[in-house]
Structure formats: structure tokens, C-alpha cells
């Protein structure tokens, strides 16, 4: 089975860090992604992550430990348009006949306050 | 250039009725996903196409559901006697990979938001 796990909620002030964490336990791995998605638009790919460390990108950063089923994104200098759904994916080569799928966790809203 | 785009944006259809939803996915990418998303929570997979072959189809939820690419481009995802239950918002993603992995990331659609009454 597949199991993806992240913080269903957050709340961060301006110019804060805030980080998502995600687990994930799933048969196989073959990459985990981020994903922002503002309320009623579709997600917009973040970062990608396949071996163990730390991806930066700006003020995002993306990191995993396959050991652990673990990641996490570290959002710097937070801004208010930063107020999005994050959400985290896992692409398991076991999941489904012939594809590379992405499973999804719920998602987690997070909220900037001035 | 153009992201992928799907129609209709809204769809309100009565109970028993057959829908067809409509992906146009960026050009030139090779695989084409279906998703459903409820509300507060994340996409949840149906099926994908590698070109024009559907090769995976383990997400759809029963035999109501179906998908065509037949040209390896636009696909169509049809519901055939709708239900209350498949109310939702359908999302269509492409990639330029050939689902073999590396770190091409899926472009998702606005989505098809669907009510069945």
C-alpha cells in the first residue's frame, strides 16, 4: 500500500521560515515532488527530489532522506502570495502497470499572517 | 507557450447522464495523466497514456469510467451514468517524459469541475 503523510494546516508570519514535513511509506520510490496549489487554480510543480540531501531553488528548498521515507520544504523570507496548499508526491514504479504515477498526500494549507 | 487546457471548466449534468471531459495537453508531451481531486485533499491518480496507449488504468473507480487518446494528443475521459458521487474536480496533467522516471514534472490543466445533481 501507499501512504503519504503531511500536516494538514500551518501558519507562518511574514518574513518567517516555515517548514512542510511529509513521510511517505510506499512499495517503491522513484522520486518525490512539491507542489503549490493556490486555492481554485491547479498545482505548479516546486522541486524534485530522488537522492538523499537538500535541493535549493530561491527561497524554496527541498529536502529527502530515503532512509527515513522523510522530506521536507523550507519556504525563507516568507511572502504573503505564499499562502498555498503544499503538496508532496511520491512516484512509485509499483503503484500501477506501466507508469511512473504520482501519489499525492492531502496536502498542507499553509497561511501567512502579516 | 500554451499549458495544458481542458473543457468544459464547469459541468453540471443530472444523475443517470454521460459526460465527456476534454484534455488538450502541452505539445509534444508524451504522457498525458487523469486525476480527481476533492476538495482539501490532493490529486488522486485514474489513469495514464503513454502516447496513444492507455498503460496503466489501475485509479479508475469502476466501469463507468473510460479514457481515449486515440491520435497520442487530446484525450477524453468519460463518466457513463453519473452518479452523486463522482461530483468533483477532474485534472488532466502532461509530461514531456516517457514515464520512465527523471525529474520531468507534470503540468497540471485548470481542471473540469463536475456536479452531478
Known amino acids: 500500500g501507499q501512504n503519504i503523510d503531511q500536516p494538514t494546516e500551518m501558519t507562518a508570519t511574514e518574513g518567517a521560515i516555515v517548514q512542510i514535513n511529509c513521510t511517505y511509506q510506499t512499495s517503491g520510490f522513484n522520486g518525490l515532488f512539491w507542489y503549490q496549489q493556490h486555492a481554485g487554480e491547479a498545482p505548479t510543480f516546486l522541486s524534485y527530489n530522488v537522492l538523499d540531501g537538500l535541493e535549493e531553488k530561491g527561497r524554496f528548498s527541498s529536502f529527502l532522506s530515503r532512509s527515513k521515507g522523510y522530506s521536507y520544504l523550507l519556504l525563507k523570507e516568507l511572502q504573503m502570495k505564499d499562502s498555498a496548499s503544499y503538496l508532496c508526491a511520491v512516484r512509485d514504479p509499483d503503484s500501477g502497470a506501466g507508469s511512473y504515477q504520482l501519489t499525492f498526500g492531502k496536502g498542507t494549507k499553509l497561511s501567512v499572517i502579516p | 507557450g500554451a499549458g495544458v487546457s481542458q473543457s468544459p471548466r464547469y459541468k453540471v449534468t443530472k444523475r443517470g447522464q454521460d459526460v465527456a471531459l476534454r484534455c488538450d495537453p502541452i505539445s509534444g508531451h508524451v504522457s498525458l495523466y487523469w486525476y480527481r481531486q476533492a476538495l482539501g485533499q490532493g490529486p488522486e491518480f485514474l489513469t495514464y497514456f503513454n502516447y496513444e496507449a492507455q498503460q496503466d488504468k489501475s485509479g479508475l473507480p469502476n466501469d463507468r469510467f473510460s479514457a481515449e487518446r486515440p491520435e497520442g494528443s487530446i484525450s477524453t475521459l468519460t463518466i457513463q451514468r453519473t452518479e452523486q458521487r463522482d461530483s468533483a474536480m477532474y485534472r488532466c496533467?502532461?509530461?514531456?517524459?516517457?514515464?520512465?522516471?527523471?525529474?520531468?514534472?507534470?503540468?497540471f490543466g485548470p481542471g473540469t469541475r463536475l456536479t452531478v445533481l
Open positions: 496533467a502532461s509530461s514531456s517524459d516517457n514515464g520512465q522516471g527523471g525529474s520531468d514534472e507534470q503540468f
